[in-house]
């Protein structure tokens, strides 16, 4: 497995979100916006946002980890670092 990009990681986010919520709009989502609330995503939502990151990215993601998970650019930082983490990679 190699380190996902900054790109690929958002891309995992949205494409993940859009599982959930079909006709999720992004265009009113900031980086920085908490998509739980733009989207009106509720517990199960979430937790099926977990589910789906984790099995596209072979990421681990515990419980504890869930607060990482808050905004888009808040998620990407997340999945980059572990999966630079699981290769060995250090950041560029």
Known sequence: MKPLTDAEA????KESIAQIVPD???TGVGPDDRFRDVLELDSLDFLSLVESLSERTG???DE????ELTTLADATRFLVGRSREATGTSPA
């Open 10 to 13: 958002a891309s995992v986010v």
């Open 64 to 67: 504890e980890d869930y607060p």
């Open 59 to 61: 990421i681990r993601i």
């Open 24 to 26: 999720a709009d992004f």
